[in-house]
């Protein structure tokens, strides 16, 4: 089977790559407008996904795709220029996906289309650890380019049958991201990220299996938060948690010991999937 990752050369990216190349069975082109590490893919290919000459190119021949080229966040480009980058990246490849058949995809959207503390103020979270099944409501331009991503995809599956499975990713620390204490070395301080995160060699995992997993999924679009099995915070985010969402603190009382706020019991459940790596047990050794 030929893959083509997209991002290739990103945080996520690269994970991907090691994780393909260690499970074999694959050959794997990786796309991306920067070279990845020597010796990860069979064939390296230069794309603007925002062409859509480009990514048909880079798509002929393929049997699959792992999408995770995007811009990661707002804070280096404006927040409409990432929205029309990352859509524009989706529909280009969904169409291409779409035009040679490619029925397997893997999309790497966000934890962030969520937003809980706007629905958690307007009655739309009944249960924590939140699932697949909350609604959504975008706060930046950002996670709303993610909540298209996935309606561009939902829409490929509809009309021409793909199988996509649309990964929410938390926080992603890469290895080496960790301190000495296990804390992540980023400037992203806000509370919510506490709440939930995830290696990004577990949202490689995640992809991998997803991909062994499409065909059993069947046709559609299907979402899986992909975290790591415990929260960021030190103390039980039953305690944390109510004090910046007052509105949450009945539910957060079942965030007990080191549970995190968004559960991934249905990854668990259909992919196989169980998180490798926490900063607990990395604290020390970073």
């Given amino acids: 089977m030929k893959v083509v990752v997209t991002g290739a050369s990103g945080r996520i990216g690269r994970a991907v790559l090691a994780e393909l190349r260690e499970a074999g069975g694959c050959e794997v082109w990786a796309a991306d407008r920067t070279l990845p590490p020597p ?70 959207s966000s934890i962030t289309v969520y937003n809980l503390a706007h629905q958690a103020r307007h009655g739309g979270i009944t249960r924590l650890p939140a699932d697949e099944s909350i ?32 990964l929410r990713p938390s926080l992603v620390v890469g290895p080496d991201e960790y301190d000495v204490r296990g804390r992540p070395r980023t400037d992203r301080n806000a509370s919510a990220n506490l709440w939930s995160y995830v290696d990004s060699r577990d949202v490689a995992q995640m992809a991998r299996l997803a991909l062994e997993h499409l065909d ?26 109510p004090r910046f969402i007052p509105e949450l603190a009945g539910l957060a009382q079942d965030l007990t010991g080191t549970r995190p706020a968004f559960g991934i019991e249905k990854a668990q459940r259909l992919l196989g999937y169980t998180p490798r790596y926490s900063w607990r047990t990395i604290r020390g050794r970073a």
Avoid: M
């Fill in 39 to 108: 010796n990860t893919a069979q064939r390296a290919l230069y794309v603007d996904l925002t062409d859509p000459g480009a990514v048909y190119a880079t798509l002929a021949g393929a049997d699959a795709v792992i999408h995770l080229g995007a811009y990661p966040n707002i804070a280096h480009h404006p927040g409409e220029h990432v929205f029309v980058n990352n859509t524009a990246a989706c529909a280009n490849v969904a169409a291409a996906c779409a035009a040679f058949g490619i029925e397997r995809v893997v999309y790497t």
């Fill in 135 to 166: 609604g959504h409501h975008p706060s930046n331009f950002y996670a709303l380019s993610k909540w298209v991503g996935e309606e561009i995809f939902t829409l490929a599956a509809q009309q021409h049958g793909l199988h996509v499975a649309s």
């Fill in 216 to 241: 059993a999924l069947g046709p559609g679009n299907h979402p899986f938060n992909a975290g790591a099995a415990d929260a960021l915070a030190e103390a039980p985010l039953a305690k944390i948690i």
